[in-house]
């Protein structure tokens, strides 16, 4: 079975760069652990995207296309396809001052987050120190490399209500999917969170991803509950006892009259 761009699918894959060898993203734990770049935080395991929606880099996206499930393939990709071939204009010079302003002592190697004088927060590698002056690289760090993907498409995900939950597993991985009551028609979807433990802000934004995500297989429409504008909507406040006792003493008296 081959996958087409459209395509709900479950993705194992382990990047490296080609020149050094290096893996520098995984869905393996095991791997991530023995690479050093292992997140407790982090949720592996195949994960769920929708192939061309852009989940993935441009250069693994478009080579996913025609790859048959259950099969391990290597790709490589080169950098104008990945993050990027690398810009001289992204390697700045700072003085020693505007580190020291923000209680920063850079040395070779440091991830920085600099603000600049307009205001502007910008992250990057310091390169060198020297003379006072401070020179820093906000390239991607994987700019300008060539990358080796290994990939495994583990599964096509053809039922309609299953693909819908893939996707809020993407999004939202903190809600219980099973709990997620999911309605499909033939152009619309309306999808039910219910009662779920999450930070409003964090279920908005994943609404609009999964929105997009949603649309982008040919649904026209797509309802949430608890809404945006429901979940944008400031919750009126609770009266506090006190309150309570004086509404209802001033609602006798207004009977007794």
Known sequence: MKVERGDVIRLHYTGRVKETGQIFDTTYEEVAKEAGIYNPKGIYGPVPIIVGAGHVISGLDK??????????????????????????????VFTMGQFRKQGIVPFPGLEVEVTTDNGRKMKGRVITVSGGRVRVDFNHPLAGKTLIYEVEIVEKIEDPIEKIKALIELRLPMIDRDKVIIEVGEKDVKVNFGEQDVDPKTLILGEILLESDIKFLGYEKVEFKPSVEELLRPKQEEP???????????SEEAQSS
Do not use: A, S
């Open 63 to 92: 080579r996913l296309v025609g790859l048959e499930v259950g099969k391990k393939y290597t790709l490589e990709v080169p950098p104008e396809e990945g993050f990027g071939l690398r810009d001289p204009k992204l390697i700045k």
């Open 240 to 250: 506090v006892e006190e309150e309570k006792k004086e509404e209802q003493e001033e």
